[in-house]
C-alpha cells in the first residue's frame, strides 16, 4: 500500500517563476516609446538645412538598458521613456548623417521612418554616427545613449547632410 504524501509547496521555484513573469514584463517595459513627446523638443528639416549641422545640447544616457534585439548594434543606456528629439524630416538627394560629440562613450538609437530601429557605438573614436543614404521623408525618433553606464552624460547631437568625417 502506497503512503499519501502531502503536497509540498517549493518557495524556490515560485520566486523563480514570479522573476521570469517580472523580467518579461521589464523587457516589454523598456522598448523605447517612440510615441512619447521628446524630452529636448520636435524639429522639421528640409534637405539644404541651414544652419548645417543643426545641433542641439543634452544629456545623453538614461535608466535603460538597450540590446540588440532591437537592431544591430543597439547598446548603451537611454531613458526609453521618450526620444531625446523627434526629427521631422524632408528628404532630397543628400544623404542624412546623425551623430553625437560627448567626452563619455555615447551611443545612437533611431527609430526611422521605416519603422526599423537603427543605432551605432564608437564609429569616430567613442562617438557614435548613423548615415542614411537615401534618406526617407518622416519622422526620425533619436535617443543618445551612454555606454556601460547608467549615468547621464553632457553631450552634444548633431544632424548635418555633410559628411561630417571629411
Given at each position: 500500500?502506497?503512503?499519501?504524501?502531502?503536497?509540498?509547496?517549493?518557495?524556490?521555484?515560485?520566486?523563480?517563476?514570479?522573476?521570469?513573469?517580472?523580467?518579461?514584463?521589464?523587457?516589454?517595459?523598456?522598448?523605447?516609446?517612440?510615441?512619447?513627446?521628446?524630452?529636448?523638443?520636435?524639429?522639421?528639416?528640409?534637405?539644404?538645412?541651414?544652419?548645417?549641422?543643426?545641433?542641439?545640447?543634452?544629456?545623453?544616457?538614461?535608466?535603460?538598458?538597450?540590446?540588440?534585439?532591437?537592431?544591430?548594434?543597439?547598446?548603451g543606456y537611454i531613458?526609453?521613456?521618450?526620444?531625446?528629439?523627434?526629427?521631422?524630416?524632408?528628404?532630397?538627394?543628400?544623404?542624412?548623417?546623425?551623430?553625437v560629440e560627448s567626452?563619455?562613450?555615447?551611443?545612437?538609437?533611431?527609430?526611422?521612418?521605416?519603422?526599423?530601429?537603427?543605432?551605432?557605438?564608437?564609429?569616430?573614436?567613442?562617438?557614435?554616427?548613423?548615415?542614411?543614404?537615401?534618406?526617407?521623408?518622416?519622422?526620425?525618433?533619436?535617443?543618445?545613449?551612454?555606454?556601460?553606464?547608467?549615468?547621464?552624460?553632457?553631450?552634444?547631437?548633431?544632424?548635418?547632410?555633410?559628411?561630417?568625417?571629411?
Amino acid at each position: 500500500m502506497r503512503k499519501r504524501t502531502k503536497s509540498v509547496r517549493h518557495p524556490a521555484r515560485l520566486g523563480l517563476a514570479a522573476l521570469g513573469i517580472m523580467a518579461m514584463a521589464t523587457a516589454h517595459a523598456q522598448q523605447p516609446d517612440w510615441t512619447a513627446e521628446p524630452s529636448y523638443g520636435s524639429y522639421h528639416l528640409m534637405a539644404g538645412f541651414t544652419p548645417d549641422p543643426w545641433v542641439q545640447s543634452l544629456q545623453a544616457g538614461g535608466t535603460t538598458e538597450v540590446n540588440g534585439k532591437l537592431g544591430p548594434g543597439c547598446t548603451g543606456y537611454i531613458m526609453a521613456s521618450a526620444p531625446d528629439v523627434d526629427l521631422h524630416y524632408t528628404a532630397g538627394s543628400m544623404p542624412l548623417y546623425i551623430t553625437v560629440e560627448s567626452n563619455a562613450d555615447t551611443t545612437l538609437v533611431i527609430n526611422a521612418p521605416d519603422g526599423r530601429w537603427y543605432c551605432n557605438d564608437d564609429f569616430t573614436g567613442l562617438n557614435p554616427l548613423v548615415m542614411f543614404q537615401n534618406p526617407a521623408s518622416g519622422m526620425y525618433n533619436i535617443w543618445v545613449g551612454v555606454h556601460g553606464s547608467n549615468q547621464m552624460q553632457p553631450a552634444t547631437l548633431k544632424i548635418t547632410e555633410l559628411n561630417p568625417t571629411q
